[in-house]
């Protein structure tokens, strides 16, 4: 057995594999900390981002992702016979899993906090609110699986997540949203982000909370909020983008982050309502969002008690 730590990152075609513990490296060293005896001690990882290809489905008012490569292997090749390949991508910020920086929208030429939307523009950067200024994320995240709640693969296209289901979804998985957490809501739409189309929802409209639902989680305080959706929110039948009342609740009025286009199958189907929820936006200097690869954690110890619970009759 390799004395390595090794993680299997989720993959959606497997949900079998939605998550592989961690071989623990060895005993814990004298004086670490309890984090780093913890990460010691075995983690499990589930990724919560997406691939990025090109082709893949996006909102068609952000700029496509494009990757390809200047140079491969051949096309020169040094006097000992080495050679090297080379990439360029071009790419939207708002596109696969992303976030949404408090710059991304403006309410009646306001951004969050009542800075001048376009004197924020300084240069062609948004110095104030642009991505550079979200803090890497290490925060207790919370699942709200409503599809799994109301016994459905998905949420149909245009379906409005209430206030109610949000709070039974919450009482039936035994979690309590609180200030500072960072809140996914799966409506099990993102199964079918394979479909194209289909995923981006234009004609079918996407499920997703509503203003409602915003306030709701501005109410609780919490740091982020991210669905398995196109833009979060509900976007009604052939409506497409044109009103977008969570994220102005959310980023405008509230100050709260949105991640969008998460991969939450596995996080549903592992069971996993509460985690240690983990992300790193790039530091790009003024922009208003970010591609992101989140991840969801646990001890290894976590996972295997509630196994053993979950075994024993002690969960439902």
Known sequence: MSDTPTTTPHT??????ASTPATPVAAPVAGADDLLRAVQAGVETIDLGRQLRVGMPQSPNHPQFWHTLPRRHGDMVRSDGSSAANDMITTGTHVGTHIDALAHVSFDGKLHGGADAA??????KYEEH????????LRRGVLLDVAGHLGLTHC????????????ATAERAGVTVGAGDV???????????????AYVGGA???????????????????HAAGADTIAFERLAPGGGHALLPAHRVLLVEAGIYI???????GLAAAGWAEFTFVLVPMNIFGATGSPVRPLALRSSDTQTQTQGQTQSGAVS
């Open 204 to 222: 079918s409209g996407v499920p997703g909370v509503g203003e409602a639902g915003a306030v709701w989680l501005a109410e609780r305080g919490v």
């Open 12 to 17: 959606p075609a497997d949900p079998t594999a």
């Open 259 to 265: 991640v969008e286009a998460l991969d939450l199958e």
């Open 119 to 124: 004197a924020a523009c300084i240069g062609g």
């Open 156 to 167: 149909e296209g245009g379906y409005e997540i209430t206030v109610a289901d949000l709070e």
């Open 130 to 137: 642009g991505v550079h200024t979200i803090a890497p994320m």
């Open 183 to 197: 809140v996914l809501v799966r409506s099990g739409w993102g199964a079918r982000f394979a479909e194209g189309a």
